[in-house]
């Protein structure tokens, strides 16, 4: 299988910032030395002040409450169950007519017997045989027992229905109350319908990003937008053999490094973070070391981008500027950090820093000084 070109040169890069740095950066008593040689970081990253401007863009996006879209509510009304081997049908059949003119008696109806559709999809009813009923709606099945029946009987009224559904179900796995499975049945099961009948999610659940596998592909949701925001276009109508899974948050972390009074990581939970919450959380900076002029929030691309990584910069030497902080969320596995060196100098930093945002989750080791 052919690898991308992008993505073998990203993952050299990778390793080449990682390989170079990992000799000081993460040493015991590690210490970052400004005057090495440093590759240029201008073609590796995106740098981005953290602006009035910028908060805006994310004040300004539109609210996520959004109706279901027409072709989930299409889906819904066109459902249909369809009848599959391991079903038990409900099926009675009234007096024929003919007969009850016969013996003068009213027209009754016999209770109904249950009947076990086969694994084949088959199912066997006195006077008609054999028949196939795989996948038919139960309207169908009663059509062809009519058909079946009309040979004997006149005008057979025949009723069926669907005693149990054992044929189709979806599972649910990870931080719900209760993983198992939720029988599909006549009434359209949608993702909400899930979650709920398997008993909600846990308090460690991930609802930020589920999984939902259909026929071996996968589609990630956000049930959080779905139930805390109203967002419909993240609700499914669900089939037969989906696999939803609602991921434990145990990678749901921050980090905050460097100049601030308890470095370490932190959960940011579904709720999520600020910035300004995590730097209060580690205990606020570190003002006999810190550079106000550099605080960053380093947050790796997805494999698609050209850059390797956003990096966003706060200038908090003006209080004020804290409400911007207080205004910029924070994503999972951001790294914080407040520098103790003038954010001119930022290139080496960051250069510094950037193994830590391609860890695999676990905390970084934190990094003792910046000095100039």
């Known amino acids: 299988m052919d690898i991308p070109v992008r993505t073998t040169l990203r993952a050299f890069s990778f390793a080449a910032v990682v390989l170079a740095m990992s000799g000081c950066a993460f040493a015991p008593g590690g210490h970052m030395d400004y005057e090495a040689e440093v590759a240029p970081l201008t073609d590796q990253v995106e740098v981005t002040p953290i602006t009035p401007g910028l908060i805006s863009n994310y004040r300004a996006r539109p609210a996520q409450t959004a109706p279901a879209p027409p072709e989930l509510v299409d889906d819904i009304k066109q459902y249909v169950y369809r009848v599959g081997g391991g079903d038990i049908l409900a099926i009675n059949l009234s007096t024929p007519l003919d007969l009850a003119q016969e013996s003068g008696v009213q027209r009754q109806t016999v209770e109904a017997l249950t009947y076990i559709v086969q694994p084949d999809g088959t199912l066997f009813y006195p006077y008609v045989g054999r028949i196939n009923i795989h996948?038919?709606?139960?309207?169908?099945?009663?059509?062809?027992?009519?058909?079946?029946?009309?040979?004997?009987?006149?005008?057979?009224?025949?009723?069926?229905?669907?005693?149990?559904?054992?044929?189709?179900?979806?599972?649910?796995?990870?931080?719900?109350?209760?993983?198992?499975?939720?029988?599909?049945?006549?009434?359209?099961?949608?993702l909400i319908d899930a979650i709920s009948a398997s008993g909600g999610v846990t308090a460690l659940a991930n609802t930020h990003n589920i999984t939902l596998t259909r026929d071996g592909q996968q589609e990630h949701l956000s049930l959080y937008q779905l139930l805390q925001q109203g967002d419909m276009r993240q609700n499914r109508l669900l089939k037969d053999g989906d696999v939803i899974n609602v991921p434990v948050a145990e990678d749901q972390n921050v980090f905050v490094l460097g100049q601030v009074l308890k470095p370490g990581n932190m959960p940011v939970g579904n709720e999520r973070l600020s910035l300004t919450d995590a730097l209060s959380r580690a205990g606020g900076v570190d003002e006999d070391r810190a550079n106000p002029s550099g605080v960053f929030v380093v947050r790796e691309n997805s494999p698609e981008s050209d850059k390797l990584a956003t990096v966003f910069i706060l200038d908090i030497s003006d209080a004020t500027s804290l409400m911007l902080g207080a205004r910029f969320p924070?994503?999972?596995?951001?790294?914080?950090?407040?520098?103790?060196?003038?954010?001119?100098?930022?290139?080496?930093?960051?250069?510094?820093?950037?193994?830590?945002?391609?860890?695999?989750?676990?905390?970084v080791s934190v990094i003792d000084d910046i000095e100039d």
């Open 330 to 363: 924070l994503q999972p596995r951001d790294v914080v950090y407040v520098t103790a060196a003038p954010v001119s100098r930022w290139n080496r930093v960051l250069s510094q820093l950037l193994p830590s945002v391609t860890s695999t989750g676990a905390f």
């Open 135 to 190: 996948d038919m709606t139960v309207d169908e099945v009663r059509a062809a027992l009519v058909a079946g029946l009309s040979r004997y009987i006149t005008e057979p009224q025949v009723n069926v229905s669907v005693a149990q559904f054992r044929s189709k179900r979806v599972y649910l796995s990870g931080a719900v109350t209760e993983p198992g499975f939720v029988p599909v049945t006549d009434v359209p099961l949608t």
